[in-house]
């Protein structure tokens, strides 16, 4: 007679609905201890953006109608608190159900979300943002479009024409206090436009663009730079940006080493650059440092950065998604992680957990688990 255990049967469904993984070969993940390894945040999240308010972290992240999740330290536990917009975007485009690579921030006591709209590997693409007064669920407005490429308003002008409308990132200027909307992926790279108070395009059909990144040596669908950001420590503002493929790795297969998503920067002390990396190369004519890539053979393909700055004594936080060696490489399997930052010489340079001797994979393996778990499902 056969005994089913629910906890068994639980924990070998979870076990075997896991990404099979292959680290035979060595030339894929990366094993350079250049990079530390990631402080774990527990949750799991593509293209995370990170707001803190009232003592509290609040992680937004793509998904149907934008949910977001609150804790009280990096670390989690996180709890859902619900979504962004109530229903479908009410952009008229592919996939408007599951809004890309939100970007939150609070401005003149207001909170905004600006997020994107688009099918994977097209240029039909638009950014569209929604405002609340509270953050809370049920509370925001969905404004729709603020830019387009591909088809819709005002998408036939510089610089929506040349590029692809997704990955927004907003930055103030804490010199002057203008507001700006970074955005852009693979096609010509990425752009900045500044904003009104309202935060929406200063002057729509002069949009007065600055070209930021680009690779212009090669072609549109091999120009692998996105998921901008800007982040400012005196005297140097900096340009963060994502180079090389981000996912999809089960069905496009891995990259060289290398071609990964990594953590690219230059820095400039210009609001609107021109940004130099390390080695003095134009943003622009495919420079961009790595901050950080894959390490240690468990880091891989890290990517969809942030910056949250410190206040008082403490440090800077750089946070991002990566996939985990251990547990998998779907889209799914994305998890958030961070590191503090410090500089040297004015690169900000990622800071080693405390743990750092400490490896990210499981003390025991997945096979090992699925095993017990079998064990405890079948018992006669």
């Known amino acids: 007679m056969v005994r089913l255990s629910l906890v068994g049967l639980v924990l070998w469904l979870y076990l075997t609905a896991a990404t099979p993984i292959d680290t035979s070969d060595t030339s894929i993940f990366s094993n350079t201890e250049e990079y530390p390894l990631a402080n774990q945040a527990n949750v799991t999240t593509h293209d995370p953006n990170i707001l803190h308010h009232n003592n509290k972290y609040y992680l937004f992240r793509g998904g149907v109608n934008i949910p977001f999740f609150s804790a009280e330290k990096l670390t989690g536990p996180w709890d859902r608190v619900g979504t ?193 990396d390390r080695n003095g190369t134009d943003l622009r004519q495919g420079g961009g440092s790595v901050v950080y890539g894959s390490n240690h053979q468990e880091v891989y393909a890290p990517g969809g950065p942030g910056v949250l700055e410190g206040s008082g004594d403490e440090p800077d936080v750089l946070y991002y998604h990566y996939l985990n060696t251990s547990i998998g490489f779907a889209h799914k399997d994305a998890r958030l992680g961070w590191n503090y930052l410090d500089y040297v010489d004015g690169w900000p340079v990622p800071r080693a957990p405390e743990s750092s001797g400490l490896s990210l994979r499981p003390a025991v393996s997945l096979q090992i688990l699925a095993l017990l778990g079998l064990i405890f499902f079948f018992t006669v």
């Open 84 to 276: 962004v917009l109530n229903e479908t975007s009410i952009i008229q485009k592919e996939v408007r159900q599951r809004p890309w690579a939100p970007m939150v921030t609070r401005w003149n006591d207001k909170f905004y979300c600006f997020y994107s709209v688009s099918a994977s590997g097209t240029r039909d693409s638009s950014i569209g943002l929604a405002s609340s007064e509270s953050i809370e669920p049920g509370t925001w407005t969905d404004h729709g479009a603020v830019i387009n490429s591909g088809n819709g308003s005002l998408a036939n002008i510089y610089p929506y024409n040349v590029s692809n409308a997704i990955d927004p990132a907003f930055f103030e200027d804490p010199k002057s206090g203008q507001p700006y909307l970074l955005y852009g992926s693979y096609w010509h790279g990425i752009f900045q436009i500044p904003l009104n108070d309202n935060l929406t395009v200063e002057n729509p059909r002069h949009p007065g663009a600055t070209h930021l990144v680009d690779l212009p040596d090669v072609n549109a669908e091999r120009r692998l730079n996105e998921g901008s950001y800007m982040s400012y420590r005196a005297p140097w503002y900096y340009s963060w940006f994502s180079y090389g493929q981000c996912c999809q790795f089960s069905t496009m297969g891995f990259p060289e080493e290398g071609e990964e998503y990594s953590i690219r920067i230059g820095r400039s002390k210009n609001v609107t650059g021109p940004f130099l």
